[in-house]
């Protein structure tokens, strides 16, 4: 797959709840091997979109191609085999709490390929070295994590059956700056050792300088800016501007631009 092909396609989504539509036949491409974050006021939809993407939420008008298979026309095994070539962590990162990291990550595995436990627990090793854990971490229970560890083992799990894409709702949310940077650069690494596409929700305007590719920014159920933060950075939206220009967001790019 070369790095311009659309590995997802959204065209004239339209998704809503009772009288209102939160998305107003939005269009969206993610290209293969890109970092694209996705960001907007609270409210604007971003995770309404990623979970109407991989399936979650009903549409009421528009096409949503997921490499090259629109879920709306699949059967159901199709559908379930959609599904294990991406992976997803949630806001919540919502790790089994009865169940260890070891069983966490292998849970994917358990429900979708019959492999020996010998080679299950090689792979979850691997998985967790992937996201810079240890091997003595895999006898814990999530009780036991830090907040970093949380998002790090839900990502091994996100991980666990070698996704194409990965979708990640406010990976950084509720980690302190540095963890933040920390989680930025290890999907980075993963982006570029895996060549994985990422469809990343953020509010986290340091996470968009140092890990994404591309930005789409939603605003009146829209896609109303789109590129890399030159783009934004010269963007005339006023919520674009707001954000990207503001006091923090002018920091940033300053740093960026002396770096
Ligand atoms: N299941 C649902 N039923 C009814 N309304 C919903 C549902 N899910 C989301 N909404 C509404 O859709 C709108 C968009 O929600 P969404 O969670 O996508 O926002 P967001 O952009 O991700 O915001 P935030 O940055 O605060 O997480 C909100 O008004 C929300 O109340």
Not at 66 to 89: C, F, K, P, Q
Request: proline share 3%; charged share 25%.
């Amino acid at each position: 797959m070369t790095k311009k092909t659309a590995v997802i396609k959204v065209r004239d989504l339209v998704v809503g709840f009772g009288d209102e539509n939160v998305l107003d036949h939005l269009d969206l491409d993610v290209r293969a091997a890109e970092i694209l974050g996705v960001v907007g006021a609270s409210g604007a939809g971003k995770s309404v979109l990623l979970r109407t993407i991989i399936g979650l939420l009903p549409r009421r008008h528009g096409t949503i191609e997921v490499l090259g298979i629109d879920l709306a026309d699949a059967g159901e095994e199709e559908r379930r085999a959609l599904e294990r070539r991406w992976g997803v962590l949630f806001q919540q990162g919502a790790l089994f709490s009865s169940l260890t990291v070891r069983q966490n990550v292998q849970f994917p595995m358990r429900e979708n390929l019959d492999i020996s436990q010998r080679l299950m627990d090689e792979m979850a090793l691997a998985k967790l070295e992937m996201v810079g854990l240890a091997p003595q971490d895999l006898d814990k229970f999530p009780s036991e994590l830090s907040g970093g560890m949380t998002k790090r083992v839900a990502l091994a799990r996100a991980l666990a059956l070698d996704p194409e894409i990965l979708f990640l709702d406010e990976p950084t949310s509720g980690l302190d700056p540095i963890s933040a940077g920390d989680f930025d650069e290890l999907i980075r690494t993963l982006q570029q050792t895996l060549e994985i596409t990422v469809f990343m929700v953020t509010h986290d305007l340091e996470s968009l300088y140092t890990a994404c590719d591309r930005i789409a920014v939603l605003a009146d159920g829209k896609v109303v800016a789109d590129g890399p933060i030159a783009t934004m950075l010269e963007s005339e939206h006023p919520w674009v501007k707001t954000y990207f220009q503001g006091k923090r967001g002018g920091m940033l790019a300053e740093r960026q631009i002396s770096a």
